[in-house]
């Protein structure tokens, strides 16, 4: 591939830190609640067997994404991210589909499945491309290091207000019914 089709590689990495911190904190707050995280997958109307095997599969997969995203098999790594970002949407789509109003289970405060988490998964999903981009070969720098440091809490905030907007969205749509 010549260089001038290769990402810089600083691009790669501000998408794979983001990701990371993403299923990092998925992971923890299913780890961290069980019992909430069950009755999410039940909600979906999953098999007893699946639900039992996602219980205690899906949050260390999550945990795996997030190591391979910041290692050298980051390529990996966005693999498995944005297929895991699919399949979130993919089951979220279903049950928006069927009429079924329920919680996305992304961890932190509830947030009702809507088509705007279908689209911010797909989005997510073109992020892990992002990090699994070709990039030219040039060494990262200090400066490189502290731009994807400092990306990493902008976009934890950017995700947190988008989250917000669409709980305040469902709030009002509540308040005409």
Same mark, same amino acid.
């Given at each position: 591939?010549?260089? =001038?089709? *290769?990402?810089? !590689?600083?691009? $790669?990495?501000? %998408?794979?830190?983001?990701? @990371?911190? +993403?299923? #990092?904190? &998925? /992971?923890?707050?299913?780890?961290?609640?069980?019992?909430?995280?069950?009755?999410?997958?039940?909600?979906?109307?999953?098999?007893?067997?699946?639900?039992?095997?996602?219980?205690?599969?899906?949050?260390?997969?999550?945990?795996?994404?997030? =190591?391979? *995203?910041?290692? !050298?098999?980051? $390529?990996?790594? %966005?693999?498995?991210?944005? @297929?895991? +970002?699919? #399949?979130? &949407? /993919?089951?979220?789509?279903?049950?928006?589909?069927?009429?079924?109003?329920?919680?996305?289970?992304?961890?932190?405060?509830?947030?009702?499945?809507?088509?705007?988490?279908?689209?911010?998964?797909?989005?997510?999903?073109?992020?892990?491309?992002?990090?699994?981009?070709?990039?030219?070969?040039?060494?990262?720098?200090?400066?490189?290091? @502290?731009?994807?440091? #400092?990306?990493?809490?902008?976009?934890?905030?950017?995700?947190?207000?988008?989250?917000?907007?669409?709980?305040?969205?469902?709030?009002?749509?509540?308040?005409?019914?």
């Amino acid at each position: 591939m010549t260089e =001038a089709l *290769l990402a810089d !590689p600083l691009a $790669g990495w501000i %998408a794979s830190a983001w990701l @990371a911190v +993403l299923f #990092a904190h &998925a /992971a923890v707050a299913k780890w961290g609640d069980l019992a909430l995280f069950e009755q999410h997958l039940a909600a979906y109307h999953l098999p007893d067997a699946l639900r039992t095997v996602l219980l205690r599969t899906l949050p260390a997969l999550e945990l795996v994404t997030a =190591a391979a *995203l910041l290692s !050298p098999w980051r $390529g990996a790594g %966005a693999a498995l991210a944005a @297929a895991l +970002l699919l #399949a979130y &949407a /993919a089951a979220m789509a279903w049950h928006l589909a069927r009429g079924l109003a329920l919680d996305c289970g992304c961890g932190g405060e509830p947030l009702p499945v809507s088509w705007a988490l279908v689209a911010r998964n797909a989005a997510l999903a073109l992020l892990a491309g992002v990090a699994a981009t070709p990039h030219a070969e040039r060494a990262l720098g200090l400066g490189d290091f @502290a731009v994807v440091a #400092a990306s990493v809490p902008l976009a934890a905030l950017l995700y947190a207000a988008f989250n917000e907007l669409l709980r305040h969205q469902v709030g009002v749509r509540m308040r005409r019914i």
